[in-house]
């Protein structure tokens, strides 16, 4: 039996997604930590960075790390994926790290997720959302469970971000992806989960 892949656009901030799993991105060769990961990072009381200056995890391309949120973000745990360098990171990259993420997160058996788009700006999401939403489609392909992929945007861009993924839809066979818009109200609605353990391992634009 295969999953579905709910996927759904959100205009609140990462922090504030009502999920199981929020997934921030970081580079190797940015610090301190800037946008979702560094809004993380504050709310955790600098956890992501600690772990950074412990080597625990470097930014680099194809690593992860999983903590507990502490009840500080909606999500119950963090999930912090490594994107490599600033100056490599091309559109392939986005589509592969978006991939490994959702990859991850069913893994994990993990019935939500939520990430802003990693590593780029999201005024720039409507531009790359082929490679963002090909990614989650490779990631997801072949999972018997169903998963909640949730995009946060800023307010001013979920219009074009819809737009954007529809216009891309239209283009692919995607039996397994359902996609909606949904509010930031319709997020917060749901019920926040609870509370985890302990740590595991587990913008420019690109071109």
Same mark, same amino acid.
């Given at each position: ?20 799993? !929020? ?9 301190? &930590?800037? =946008?979702? !990961? ?10 992501v960075s600690g772990q950074l200056l412990a080597g625990r995890i ?8 999983? *903590?507990?949120?502490?009840? %500080? ?21 986005? #589509?592969?790290? *978006? %991939? ?18 990693? =590593?780029? #700006? ?13 990614? /989650?489609?490779? =990631?997801?392909?072949?999972?018997a469970v169903s998963l909640r992929l949730r995009i946060v945007l800023? +307010? /001013? ?11 891309? &839809? ?13 509010? /930031? ?12 353990? %302990? +740590?595991?391992?587990? %913008?420019?634009?690109?071109?």
């Amino acid at each position: 039996m295969t999953g579905i892949l709910d996927l759904e656009l959100g205009s609140e901030s990462l922090e504030k997604s009502a999920v199981d799993l !929020a997934v921030a991105g970081i580079f190797s060769d940015e610090f301190p &930590l800037r =946008g979702g !990961a560094g809004r993380v990072d504050w709310r955790l009381c600098g956890l992501v960075s600690g772990q950074l200056l412990a080597g625990r995890i470097r930014g680099s391309r194809g690593e992860a790390l999983l *903590v507990p949120s502490m009840g %500080q973000l909606r999500a119950r745990r963090v999930m912090v994926v490594g994107l490599g360098a600033r100056s490599k990171y091309k559109l392939a990259l986005v #589509a592969r790290s *978006v %991939q490994q993420a959702v990859s991850r997160a069913t893994a994990l058996h993990s019935p939500s997720l939520a990430m802003a788009p990693l =590593g780029i #700006a999201g005024d720039e999401f409507p531009r790359c959302a082929e490679a963002i939403v090909a990614g /989650a489609i490779a =990631g997801f392909a072949d999972s018997a469970v169903s998963l909640r992929l949730r995009i946060v945007l800023p +307010p /001013a861009e979920m219009n074009r971000g819809a737009q954007a993924i529809a216009a891309y &839809l239209g283009t692919v066979a995607a039996p397994t992806l359902r996609f909606q818009r949904r509010s /930031a109200r319709a997020s917060s609605a749901r019920t926040s989960p609870g509370k985890s353990q %302990q +740590p595991a391992a587990a %913008q420019r634009s690109p071109r």
